[in-house]
């Protein structure tokens, strides 16, 4: 294969021709060279995508001219209320390059655990990763299954993911979420809330546990923030700041500072929608997950906006309404309304539409407890997903599907993806007797 420069050739875009002398793919920066190779590895057929390749397929002859629709082609792993193995992260950002996605949003805090070692706090992790129980589908309740479970990343594991992420031009945007979902840090170090012991959290959803927004908290989350810094180049940082029960003008005052602190570094904050009610600084990145209108109010205010609303693109919501559909939880969410979503709200102004950077699809994962339920929340809603915010121009589902059914799905099926079929899922799919909470 022919390398080209060619200056001409949108960020992130490419051009592939393919003669029956010579293969020749242009760019005008890395990235459109890694994404023409993936083009061409869905070339060369399924057997392209397997860990060790064999018998490729002829490539057709032809030229590929192409370019992403948006610079951030993002999805959320939460490994803090299941953790994910180092190796399984790192399966999940190759499956995450091969549909052309470029951001990693790695929750990597919460109630249910702590999952980012810092050196300077190490009850961080050996109190706040690990979980002694869980819920298992339900939310009401005293029931607990018993079983202990958690788990965190070095910081050389860090490092590793980091890289292994770059090289695939992916940039991990980690999360440290603040001052809600906090009960993790809270466990370790009490004085960080009321002072009360708590236990990291066997329960899940709103948790009125919080920070207590005082100076020394200031002070402990700036090392935090640090030390996450000298992990993750990533200019943006997430500080969370969604589901503050309660909230008080001291809250929004303690998210100011983790803003202006990541400022002070020449970084940026990205913070989900409610943070918006404390009228955070403009620099400040909004994440509209709680439906698409706090994204208008930011992209009008002036903020940056990644589109990520949870009655659209949340992956662990249920994708059929049949009752063998696994562990149901929240909004129905066919593979079909997966290819609908369309990035740009309605009502959003022309004129704020640069501001829209594009759209994030969240894998939250309390009802995700193994790589396996990921790979059958995640696939093939994210491939509908990928395709949203990479391609221009209409979309017709049934062009869709079928191409997905005679194309994709084998190459799923190479790489090992335990996806949901087009018919429901496999027997050992299921989790009958386990009853979710559907909305
Ligand atoms: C969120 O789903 N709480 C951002």
Same mark, same amino acid.
């Given at each position: 294969?022919?390398?080209?420069?060619?200056?001409?050739?949108?960020?992130?875009?490419?051009?592939?021709?393919?003669?029956?002398?010579?293969?020749?793919?242009?760019?005008?920066?890395?990235? %459109?060279? $890694? *994404?023409?190779?993936?083009? #061409? =590895?869905?070339?060369?057929?399924?057997? /392209?995508? +397997?860990?060790?390749?064999?018998?490729?397929?002829?490539?057709?002859?032809?030229?590929?001219?192409?370019?992403?629709?948006?610079?951030?082609?993002?999805?959320?792993?939460?490994?803090?209320?299941?953790?994910?193995?180092?190796?399984?992260?790192?399966?999940?950002?190759?499956?995450?390059?091969?549909?052309?996605?470029?951001?990693?949003?790695?929750?990597?805090?919460?109630?249910?655990?702590?999952?980012?070692?810092?050196?300077?706090?190490?009850?961080?992790?050996?109190?706040?990763?690990?979980?002694?129980?869980s819920?298992?589908?339900?939310?009401?309740?005293?029931?607990?299954?018993?079983?202990?479970? %958690?788990? $965190? *990343?070095?910081?050389?594991? #860090? =490092?590793?993911?980091?890289?292994?992420? /770059?090289? +695939?031009?992916?940039?991990?945007?980690?999360?440290?979420?603040?001052?809600?979902?906090?009960?993790?840090?809270?466990?370790?170090?009490?004085?960080?809330?009321?002072?009360?012991?708590?236990?990291?959290?066997?329960?899940?959803?709103?948790?009125?546990?919080?920070?207590?927004?005082?100076?020394?908290?200031v002070?402990?989350?700036?090392?935090?923030?640090?030390?996450?810094?000298?992990?993750?180049?990533?200019?943006?940082?997430?500080?969370?700041?969604?589901e503050?029960?309660?909230?008080?003008?001291?809250?929004?005052?303690?998210?100011d500072?983790?803003?202006?602190?990541?400022?002070?570094?020449?970084?940026?904050a990205?913070?989900?929608?409610?943070? #918006?009610?404390?009228?955070p600084?403009?620099? /400040?990145?909004?994440?509209?997950?709680?439906?698409?209108?706090?994204?208008?109010?930011?992209?009008?205010?002036?903020?940056?906006?990644?589109?990520?609303?949870?009655?659209?693109?949340?992956?662990?919501?249920?994708?059929?309404?049949?009752?063998?559909?696994?562990?149901?939880?929240?909004?129905?969410?066919?593979?079909?309304?997966?290819?609908?979503?369309?990035?740009?709200?309605?009502?959003?102004?022309?004129?704020?539409?640069?501001?829209?950077l594009?759209?994030?699809?969240?894998?939250?994962?309390?009802?995700?407890?193994?790589?396996?339920?990921?790979?059958?929340?995640?696939?093939?809603r994210?491939?509908?997903?990928?395709?949203?915010?990479?391609?221009?121009?209409?979309?017709?589902?049934?062009?869709?599907? /079928?191409?997905?059914?005679?194309?994709?799905?084998?190459?799923?099926?190479?790489?090992?993806?335990?996806?949901?079929?087009?018919?429901?899922?496999?027997?050992?799919?299921?989790?009958?007797?386990?009853?979710?909470?559907?909305?």
């Open positions: 294969m022919t390398h080209r420069e060619d200056g001409t050739i949108p960020p992130e875009g490419y051009r592939l021709e393919i003669t029956p002398e010579a293969i020749t793919l242009s760019a005008s920066d890395a990235a %459109g060279r $890694f *994404y023409g190779e993936q083009t #061409l =590895r869905q070339l060369r057929g399924p057997s /392209a995508f +397997r860990a060790a390749g064999f018998a490729p397929d002829p490539v057709p002859c032809g030229v590929v001219t192409d370019h992403p629709r948006f610079a951030w082609r993002g999805c959320l792993l939460d490994v803090a209320r299941n953790f994910r193995t180092k190796a399984e992260v790192l399966r999940f950002i190759d499956l995450l390059a091969a549909h052309k996605l470029n951001v990693l949003h790695f929750h990597l805090t919460d109630d249910q655990g702590w999952r980012v070692q810092i050196p300077e706090f190490p009850r961080l992790t050996s109190v706040g990763g690990w979980r002694h129980g819920m298992v589908g339900r939310h009401d309740g005293p029931e607990r299954d018993g079983r202990p479970h %958690g788990g $965190f *990343y070095t910081t050389d594991d #860090l =490092r590793e993911i980091v890289a292994y992420a /770059a090289q +695939r031009h992916i940039t991990v945007v980690p999360e440290i979420d603040v001052p809600g979902h906090s009960q993790a840090a809270i466990a370790a170090y009490p004085e960080l809330g009321t002072g009360e012991p708590v236990e990291v959290w066997t329960s899940w959803g709103v948790n009125p546990r919080l920070l207590d927004p005082k100076e020394s908290t002070d402990f989350y700036r090392r935090v923030l640090d030390a996450v810094l000298e992990i993750f180049p990533s200019e943006v940082i997430a500080i969370g700041g969604d503050v029960p309660g909230a008080t003008e001291r809250h929004a005052w303690f998210v500072r983790m803003i202006e602190h990541l400022e002070s570094r020449g970084r940026r990205l913070g989900w929608d409610e943070i #918006l009610d404390g009228k600084a403009t620099s /400040a990145i909004i994440g509209s997950w709680r439906g698409e209108e706090a994204g208008v109010v930011a992209a009008k205010a002036g903020h940056d906006v990644v589109m990520c609303p949870e009655q659209h693109v949340y992956l662990d919501h249920r994708q059929a309404d049949h009752p063998d559909e696994p562990i149901p939880v929240g909004f129905l969410r066919t593979l079909a309304d997966f290819y609908a979503y369309e990035p740009y709200p309605a009502d959003l102004p022309e004129d704020a539409r640069p501001r829209i594009g759209a994030q699809a969240q894998v939250w994962t309390e009802h995700l407890d193994s790589v396996r339920r990921v790979d059958y929340a995640v696939f093939p994210l491939c509908a997903f990928a395709e949203v915010v990479w391609s221009s121009g209409p979309r017709d589902f049934g062009e869709f599907s /079928a191409r997905l059914a005679e194309a994709h799905l084998p190459r799923l099926d190479a790489l090992g993806v335990e996806y949901r079929a087009l018919d429901g899922p496999h027997p050992w799919q299921r989790r009958p007797g386990v009853p979710g909470r559907p909305r």
